[in-house]
């Protein structure tokens, strides 16, 4: 049983498929179930069970998955940390993020912490949703994951940073442009530039919505809450999305951005494997994106 073994199993347990982790790995399909046959060999059970359409772990197989998970999260935290003490003031922090976190919610702290650790490295990796963070941080090599706060995750440690009031967004020549709030019944059947349902701010508001009665069209769905903005902006329809941080509150121009008092606020921040076995160097960044957030919203 080796380390390497370890990995690939954790790897196809998650990906429910020894294809998509011999695609992953560049290796054949058959190296990846050696991994597989060697762990049960010498288990003398049954790991995985054989699906149509995949694999999945036994009993025998999620016992081993989440022990070999945790010790393999401790043991690359552990190699991240002696690297750094190797280095000196080196090292690395790797991030994972949905596409408009890095300017909204760290551009100011990532040129903080670059000033404060010039020699270390920032490596961020972008997914398109919160689910995706977390497969992202459970099955690679990351420190951190900026995410939607949700419910409990298994084998993640969530921690909140910001509550995100909603806002309505639309041009400034719209009929609600005016008001100085939006009512939830002055929602219902205005049609919506959506974000994907699969995200978890999506379904936050489908939620949100449904709990207040609130019935919408939607013809335009996006990707990112930068999108929504712009087609908005361009008169493609409203867009229901989370007040930003450093997002500018329109003046003049052609967007207005009217406060939705009765939607929950998003909640939004960070996830890790474990929060005890995060190196310094990823500690501090994490502070100084929370600090940063602090600020810009006790200054707006």
């Known amino acids: 049983m080796t380390l390497d ?53 036994t009993t025998a197989g999620r016992i081993l998955c ?34 408009t976190t890095v300017r909204h919610f760290m551009a100011e702290a990532i040129v903080s912490f670059r000033r404060r650790y010039p020699k270390v490295s920032l490596e961020f990796q972008t997914e398109t949703s919160s689910r995706g963070c977390f497969d992202a941080l459970l099955a690679g090599n990351l420190d951190l994951a900026w995410i939607t706060v949700s419910g409990p995750v298994r084998g993640i440690e969530q921690r909140p940073v910001a509550e995100l009031p909603w806002v309505l967004a639309m041009r400034s020549d719209d009929p609600l442009a005016a008001r100085a709030r939006i ?19 999506g379904a936050h508001l ?14 335009t769905s996006v990707a990112d809450w930068d999108t929504a903005l712009l087609l908005a902006e361009l008169g493609l329809g409203h867009a229901v999305v989370p007040a930003l941080p450093g997002l500018p509150t329109p003046g003049d121009g052609s967007l207005r951005l009217i406060p939705i008092p009765a939607l929950p606020p998003l909640s939004v921040g960070w996830a890790v494997r474990r929060w005890d076995a995060l190196s310094p160097l990823a500690r501090s960044f994490a502070d100084a994106v929370a600090a940063s957030c602090t600020k810009m919203r006790t200054t707006a």
């Open 5 to 57: 073994d370890l990995r690939v199993f954790v790897a196809v347990c998650r990906a429910g498929s020894l294809s998509a982790v011999a695609r992953e790995l560049s290796c054949t399909q058959s190296a990846v179930s050696q991994h597989v046959k060697r762990l049960e060999r010498e288990s003398g059970m049954s790991l995985l069970e054989r699906q149509p359409r995949g694999v999945v772990p």
């Open 66 to 99: 989440d022990a070999a998970a945790d010790g393999i999260a401790g043991l690359d935290g552990a190699l991240r940390r002696l690297g750094d003490l190797a280095n000196g003031e080196g090292g690395s922090v790797r991030i994972t993020t949905g596409g």
């Open 183 to 201: 009512a939830a019944p002055d929602l219902t059947g205005i049609r919506l530039i959506r974000l994907p349902p699969n995200s978890t701010s």
């Open 206 to 219: 489908d939620t949100a919505f449904a709990e207040l009665g609130i019935r919408t069209g939607s013809d």
